[in-house]
């Protein structure tokens, strides 16, 4: 790899003041210079630094093993090419005057080819940003000439759309960039301007419509555009709305995430985690539903605060009431006028015909794992997708009984019952485009967590596991089951809790590598300037420890409140707690 010495650009990108940046008068903020402990600091560099036996199982090791090999054209490898952005989002790391005015960090085009040229042999996908805005670098154009030369099979980037222009749109298209993730928080203009600080809607509605033109133009079905959303409380009444501003500009997707909550910038009562739980999940199913309507795609939902009528073990939430039809007049009130009240005297009381009964037909399937379920940790998580026209009751797990099973543990499958699975929202775009008109298909993906401790301490080796999805009606079918494995097995599937150290890399402007942007720690995992093949940056000692604490089911703590997850622990106070902004550490 060539090597080059990093230099400082501080006149790369212009400085904006800072004052015109907040048309509604919320004052911008100073990071905090003391965040205290936190669950990511301290990253040790031996393996096993999270483990507190000391000592990994020779089945972990080669599960590790198995699961870093580089393979082609399998990692998403993640690259900001600049430390900087135009605007100053109310949520954002970047209304810290510290994080905004940072010395700027640019990515050399040559420094960007070399990288490119080191990860393309294992690379599927490449993403040109991930915390920071690349339209901003002088360079982008040429990166994009760069990166389409070596032909990934996925190119993409993250932007707010707001600095796309005429060259860039066409550099774009040159390239054979495959997705452009556009952040559009709000549909009106004036919610748009108070969150993306900085930003126009019309300016960015503007500019997409310019890359569709170019891809109506070319005949092209490329790049496919996303719209992302954080979801607060600034723009929750607008959901609906954002979902037919995609569907009428011709958006391919729209991604929902919770709002993460950095310390230091107010945010606390935007996030939804503190309104009102019933109308939050009203506004959510609203979108969700109007999206399926609209045939616009889901890439990424939240699931429904578990609150009376929107249960997590449940599909079938609460529903609007439909209108009451026109009916006879209620017993005991006098029909009105004198022919009125004869025909009520002479007539036969009318008797409403029989409803004819509807058919359930549940469809779905366990998807993972394909095979049997092999533990290495503590966890193995069961998932699939279930389906009936009127919305299922349940998802259950039940296992076979042992020698030793209380009889009224024993239900009348002859089943010792586990637990019920949970229903996701958006996590299978496959079922909701095969069942378009099923009102529930957006809540079709499910998921369960059996834990080890849950099954007998003897016996459990060779158990069966059986997954049952059952209608409102009673209606019941067998959607899978699974044989349970104790120990691991060659070619076995394994349980994480997050595959990013597995399938990914993250590389910042400095060149700086970690397992993934949101993996906060205070120091990187590798150099890519090191003088060091790629195969050692991937294996470094560092990776392997977190791979390692992973398949053996110790996640550390800087996973306790990963953004990853937080559309799925809705449920879990920690999941929005606030989080240290990380951005300036190696500054400190």
């Known amino acids: 790899m060539t090597q080059e010495t990093h230099r400082d650009h501080t006149d790369a990108v212009p400085l904006a003041d800072p004052v015109a940046r907040a048309p509604r008068g919320r004052p911008l903020r100073m990071a905090p210079r003391d965040m205290g402990a936190h669950p990511g600091r301290g990253l040790a560099l031996e393996p096993g630094w999270q483990y507190a036996g000391g000592e990994f199982s020779g089945a972990v090791v080669a599960k590790a093993r198995e699961m870093s090999t580089l393979r082609p054209d399998s990692l998403t490898v993640l690259v900001d090419i600049v430390n900087k952005c135009n605007l100053r989002c109310i949520m954002c790391h970047f209304s810290f005057d510290e994080v905004f005015y940072q010395r700027s960090q640019l990515m050399q085009p040559e420094t960007f080819a070399a990288i490119v040229r080191a990860v393309r042999p294992y690379t599927r996908r490449l993403l040109l940003s991930a915390a920071y805005e690349p339209t901003s670098s002088p360079h982008f154009a040429e990166i994009l000439r760069l990166a389409g030369e070596q032909r990934f099979a996925e190119l993409s980037f993250l932007t707010n759309g707001n600095l796309l222009n005429d060259k860039l749109v066409q550099a774009i298209a040159d390239a054979g960039v495959t997705e452009v993730c556009v952040s559009v928080h709000a549909a009106t203009a004036a919610t748009y301007a108070h969150i993306l600080r900085g930003g126009a809607l019309e300016k960015a509605v503007g500019n997409v419509e310019k890359l569709l033109a170019l891809r109506r133009e070319r005949n092209s079905a490329l790049p496919r555009i996303q719209f992302n959303v954080a979801l607060m409380r600034s723009n929750l009444e607008e959901l609906v709305g954002i979902i037919e501003l995609a569907a009428k500009l011709g958006v391919d997707a729209v991604a929902f995430r919770h709002l993460i909550v950095f310390e230091g910038l107010d945010m606390e009562a935007e ?318």
């Open 271 to 588: 996030s939804l985690a503190r309104h009102d739980r019933h109308q939050v999940n009203r506004c959510i199913r609203a979108a969700l539903l109007r999206a399926q309507e609209l045939g616009v795609t889901l890439t990424n939902a939240t699931d429904y605060f578990d609150v009376e009528g929107f249960e997590a073990s449940r599909q079938c939430v609460e529903m609007p009431a439909a209108p009451a039809a026109p009916g006879p007049e209620p017993a005991g009130m006098p029909a009105r006028g004198l022919f009125a009240r004869l025909r009520a005297l002479l007539s036969p009381p009318a008797v409403a015909p029989a409803a004819a009964p509807v058919p359930t037909v549940i469809q779905g399937s366990v998807d993972t794992p394909a095979g049997d379920l092999h533990f290495y940790g503590d966890t193995v998580e069961l998932s699939g997708w279930a389906l009936t026209e009127e919305g299922l009751l349940e998802v259950a797990l039940s296992r076979d009984p042992v020698p030793g099973d209380a009889p009224e543990q024993i239900n009348a499958d002859g089943h010792v019952p586990l637990g019920l699975a949970t229903f996701h929202n958006g996590t299978r775009a496959d079922v909701m485009r095969a069942f378009a008109d099923n009102r529930y298909a957006h809540r079709a993906g499910w998921s369960y967590a059996l834990r080890r401790s849950a099954l007998p301490p003897d016996g459990a080796d060779g158990l069966t596991v059986h997954v049952i999805a059952k209608a409102r009606n009673g209606n019941r079918l067998l959607i899978g089951k699974r044989q349970v494995s104790l120990s691991g097995g060659d070619g076995a599937s394994c349980h994480v809790r997050c595959h990013k150290p597995f399938d990914s890399l993250y590389i910042d402007a400095r060149a700086h590598v970690y397992p993934y942007p949101d993996c906060h720690t205070d120091q990187p995992f590798g150099d890519m300037q090191g003088g060091q093949s790629f195969e050692d940056v991937w294996h470094d000692p560092r990776l392997a420890a977190l791979r390692l604490d992973m398949v053996a089911g110790n996640a550390p703590g800087m996973c306790v409140r990963c953004p990853l997850f937080i559309n799925r622990d809705v449920n879990d106070a920690q999941t929005f707690a606030p989080h240290a902004d990380f951005s300036t550490e190696a500054k400190r």
